[in-house]
């Protein structure tokens, strides 16, 4: 079973129905025992990150994800929030990666909205993805490349647009929402 981390960030019906697609059977929650329970977590999220990280305070899910042992993906604003801080809000994140989400300037139009391709591809969750992929992306803010970077992307210069530490995966773009190589993504996560 794929636990999805409820905590009210973002519509995750399109996340639902992707992994429906690949035959996943996934629960949306934000009970401990069941996530802790899960072959894999997906945390996904959209929005502004100060409430986000809010909601998370009042369900114990802040302490909670950053000791989970089983694979996790976080998606979009849920990759941010893996970070030990972000700009947006001057909030303090889980500090499962050692890295600060910053913003986007003001030489490009924010947020970055649409197809942007990936380059540098590294590890199996990559497997079977060409190199220069398109993947769909909607974010103001970004990490900039860092040791942890698994793959990146070029907008107001070179980001991070997926990274990794232990059995934390993090992704900026949506794969639920970028076709075949997105579902491929998927796929390569729940073969981890």
Request: hydrophobic fraction near 40%.
């Amino acid at each position: 079973m794929i636990a999805i981390i409820d905590y009210n960030a973002g519509n995750v019906r399109s996340l639902q129905f992707a992994l429906e697609r690949l035959g996943v059977n996934s629960v949306l929650t934000n009970d401990p025992l069941i996530i802790e329970s899960s072959e894999k977590v997906i945390f996904p999220g959209q929005g502004e990150a100060k409430s986000a990280m809010q909601k998370l305070k009042l369900t114990g899910l802040d302490q909670l994800i950053p000791q989970l042992k089983q694979p996790v993906l976080g998606i979009c604003l849920g990759m941010q929030l893996l970070c030990e801080a972000t700009e947006e809000g001057a909030v303090k994140g889980l500090g499962v990666i050692p890295g600060r989400v910053i913003r986007f300037s003001n030489k490009v139009k924010v947020p970055q909205v649409g197809w942007n391709n990936i380059s540098k591809l590294q590890t199996p969750l990559f497997q079977y993805v060409k190199e220069d992929d398109f993947m769909y992306l909607v974010h103001s803010y970004y990490v900039p490349l860092i040791p942890e970077t698994i793959a990146q992307s070029y907008y107001d210069g070179p980001y991070t647009v997926a990274l990794r530490k232990d059995n934390f995966y993090g992704v900026q773009f949506h794969p639920e929402k970028s076709s075949s190589a997105g579902s491929q993504i998927l796929k390569n996560f729940f073969a981890l």
